[in-house]
Structures are given as structure tokens and as C-alpha cells.
């Protein structure tokens, strides 16, 4: 059997194609020689699967498209408080090339706009870093977000240079507020080189899938950046990617996503698939036409928009039951599924509202697939405080869900791989994982 996907990618691609509205970028003449006509699309699934159709492996430049990967370069090397005292987070409803600065402190509104985009390749590598080396730092990140060496498009880097005015307008504007330290010219050539880095609709997927995928590489397994980094990348994605088209975008795509004047566009969807697609015609925004008809397609068929809300869970306390009789009788909360907050105070209320009368208590974790941090703590404090009114209280957790138990102060938790190595009576019992 084939898999569906691609046929779905095929028949979405076939749907659009025909649509021929929009312009080429004109303002950076090389772009306008590329084939207007090229389409397609990629998903690349969290662990490293590639669903492709179309124009997959045709090379174009990554434009725009490379700002919030820079950003997040810029946030590895430098940190949060020198990149966001430099450049905000606010959405500005304008377009990608206004010159605008916030007002009192000359910071860019946000690292999606040039701007700010300008500003975070400056902050790209360490300080002492010419700007040669800065170009190659930002080379590099950006090839480890894609899994392969990537490299520049010299002829659209030297148009673009050529008809720079706007950029070096702003960057001049940026030096004049302090924004920008050094030679305003020296910085754009070389945020217009990191624009003209070639890459294929693949790479870009997989680039957005790496963010997915909480910044490590489904294939080449590389953590690029860490999962902090991801999370502002991605906000910032999801208010500023799409400039003055960002609400729109946010409401009817509902996809952290980025796009770029060559005709690409990415969207990365927390924990399950990066997007990409490449169709050279822009609206008057500066995004693809045909790509935001797909994107839109894509979130409405598969339910894409982060938004959604998911149903309930199914219950996290799958059973609340007695085993056993006497006083060795054991009070256990089978749970089940993944555990979060939410699920975590169905666990306290539950707790409490069975008030167990018996001295043993067992939380059966066998079912639960993963806890985060806050519900581990909270179980843990449950724990405690079972424990404190004279409970012995057991955590059945044959795959160590949660690691090394330490409930704190007056607290005590006996590990136990089944519900019936707790049922043992108390002196021949399995004293594994006792604290
Ligand atoms: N290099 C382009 C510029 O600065 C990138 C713009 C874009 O892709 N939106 O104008």
C-alpha cells in the first residue's frame, strides 16, 4: 500500500496550481528570473518521516525565511537579555520593510520585520566576531537546523546588495540609536548574504520540523538549539511571522509560520510537523500566494490550528479501587495517559475526595505514557502529604515514568513494578526505590 500522504500533498498542490495571481519579488531583480510556475510542498513529521510533492528539491533563496532562525541563533549565542534589549516582541501590523522604530528607545518592534531582523544578525556569534565570521556562524546555524551544509546564492545576494537602499536606510537609522555598533553597511551585507542562503522546500521542512521537534534535528539528531530558544522563536513566529497579515493569518491558519519573498513559507507545529512550500508569486503582503492557499487547505483538513482545543482527555484516574482485604488492604489510583497540569489536579481532587481510610495507598502509573514537570511535583506532593497522615504510600511505576521519587521533607514513597509487589504484606515487600 501507498502512503496516503503524498497523494493527499498531490491533489492539494493540484488544487492551487492553476491559481496564477500575485507578482514575483520585484525589487530584487535576480528573484524575478526564477520560474513563477514552481510548486510544492513538504511535511516533515518530528521523527525525521518526508512527505513531499511537487518542486521538493529545487533550490531557491531562503529570504525572509531565515530571520526567525537567526533570532534564535542570536538568542543561543548572546542570551535573552542582550537580544531582547536590542529587539522587541511586538507585533507591528506593518509591512516587512517599514522603517519603523520603537519610539523612545530605537529598538525594532520585533525580529521578523528587516529591522529587527538586521539588528539579530549583528547579535549572530560572539562579539568579537568580524563580519565574515558572523556570515559563517549564521551559514552554519542555519545548515544544523536544515541537517546539511547549505550554501549562498552569490548572483541574488550581489542584486539584492545592488538595490539595498531600504535596508541600509534602516540599518544607518539603527547605528544613528545605538541599536546597531558598527559599520551599518558591513551589517546589512551580510544579513542580505544570510537571506541568500539556497535551500530546497526539504530543507526548509526539515528546518521547521527541528523547531517542532523542540530545536533538535529529526535526522540528524543535533540539538541546534535549546527548547527556550524554541518557544520564543515560535511565538514570535506565530504573532510577527506573517507581518501585517499576522492576525489573519493567526485566526484562519492558526500555525507558527514564516515566510519569504523567494517564495517559500514554513510553519512549524509544536511536537508534530514541520511545513513547507515554495510557489514564487507574492500578494501585497510579500507572502506566496498559492503557498498561503495551501497552508490554509492544510490547517482546515487537519484540524493544523494550535488553537484547536483538543477534547477532554480521556480520565486521568482511569480507577479508584480496593485490592486485597484487612488492614493490608491497598487503596490504588490507576492513572492513565499523558499527565499535565490539569490532569495532575484531577489526581489531588480525586485524593481527597476518596479521603482513603485504608493505611496503604498505590498510585498505579503502568498506563501513563508521560508526566511533566508540574504534575510530577504535584503528585509528589500528594505523596507527601499522604504520608504525613500516617499513609504508606507506593508509586507502581514499572518503566520509572518518574525517576528517582523524592517526595521532600517528612515525605516517603516506596517503588514497586505491580500493583502486586505492593500487595506483598509490608515486611516481605519489594523495599526497591525506597526513600
Ligand atoms: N532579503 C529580503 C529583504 O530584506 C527579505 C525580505 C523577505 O523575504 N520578506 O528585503
Given amino acids: 500500500m501507498r502512503s496516503v500522504i503524498p497523494d493527499y500533498l498531490t491533489e492539494a498542490l493540484g488544487d492551487v496550481e492553476s491559481d496564477s495571481s500575485g507578482e514575483s519579488a520585484g525589487y ?3 528573484l524575478a528570473t526564477a520560474d513563477p510556475e514552481r510548486l510544492g510542498a513538504v511535511f516533515a513529521t518530528v521523527d525525521g518521516e518526508v512527505y513531499g510533492a511537487g518542486d521538493i528539491d529545487t533550490e531557491f533563496t531562503i529570504q525572509s525565511i531565515s530571520k526567525p532562525f537567526t533570532y534564535a541563533l542570536a538568542l543561543a549565542d548572546r542570551g535573552f537579555d542582550a537580544v531582547l534589549a536590542k529587539v522587541g516582541v511586538e507585533p507591528s501590523g506593518e509591512a516587512f520593510n517599514q522603517i519603523s522604530l520603537e519610539s523612545d528607545t530605537g529598538r525594532p518592534l520585533n525580529p521578523m520585520i528587516n529591522a529587527g531582523a538586521i539588528t539579530a544578525h549583528s547579535l549572530a556569534g560572539s562579539p568579537d566576531m568580524d563580519p565574515a565570521q558572523r556570515v559563517e556562524r549564521v551559514v552554519h546555524g542555519l545548515s544544523a537546523f536544515a541537517g546539511r551544509r547549505l550554501t549562498t546564492d552569490e548572483a541574488v545576494c550581489a542584486s539584492e546588495m545592488e538595490h539595498a537602499h531600504r535596508n541600509l536606510a534602516i540599518a544607518h537609522m539603527l547605528r544613528s540609536h545605538g541599536i546597531l555598533t558598527e559599520d551599518p553597511r558591513a551589517v546589512v551585507d551580510g544579513y542580505v548574504r544570510q537571506c541568500s542562503v539556497l535551500v530546497t522546500a526539504r530543507d526548509l521542512a526539515m528546518m521547521a520540523a527541528t523547531l517542532a521537534n523542540r530545536g533538535v534535528n529529526p535526522l540528524s539528531g543535533e540539538r541546534v538549539i535549546r527548547e527556550r530558544v524554541v518557544r520564543q522563536v515560535l511565538s514570535v513566529m506565530f504573532t510577527c511571522g506573517m507581518y501585517d497579515a499576522a492576525g489573519d493569518w493567526a485566526t484562519q491558519v492558526g500555525i507558527p509560520a514564516k515566510s519569504g519573498v523567494a ?4 510553519g512549524a507545529l509544536p511536537g508534530q510537523i514541520g511545513i513547507a512550500t515554495f510557489s514564487p508569486r507574492l500578494d501585497p503582503h510579500g507572502n506566496s500566494v498559492r503557498g498561503v492557499s ?8 487537519m484540524g493544523l490550528h494550535v488553537m484547536e482545543v483538543p477534547p477532554a482527555a480521556r480520565a486521568v484516574v482511569r480507577s479508584n479501587h480496593l485490592v486485597g482485604s484487612g488492614p493490608n488492604a491497598i487503596r490504588v489510583l490507576q492513572l492513565q495517559g499523558g499527565v499535565g497540569f490539569a490532569g495532575a489536579e484531577k489526581i489531588v481532587r480525586e485524593t481527597l475526595d476518596t479521603a482513603p481510610r485504608e493505611v496503604r495507598v498505590a498510585f498505579d502509573l503502568t498506563r501513563v505514557y508521560s508526566i511533566d514537570d508540574v504534575a510530577r511535583r504535584m503528585l509528589l506532593e ?10 504508606d504510600v507506593y508509586l507502581v511505576d514499572p518503566e520509572s515514568i518518574v525517576p528517582d521519587p523524592d517526595p521532600g521533607d517528612g515525605g516517603r514513597v516506596t517503588v514497586v513494578g505491580s500493583v502486586e509487589q505492593a500487595e506483598a504484606p509490608p515486611h516481605e515487600e519489594a ?3 525506597s526513600v
Fill in 28 to 30: 530584487i531583480p535576480e
Fill in 263 to 266: 517564495g517559500g513559507l514554513i
Fill in 294 to 301: 495551501l497552508f490554509e487547505r492544510f490547517s482546515s483538513d
Fill in 382 to 391: 500528594v505523596v507527601r502529604r499522604l504520608t504525613l497522615d500516617g499513609h
Fill in 431 to 433: 523495599q526497591r526505590g
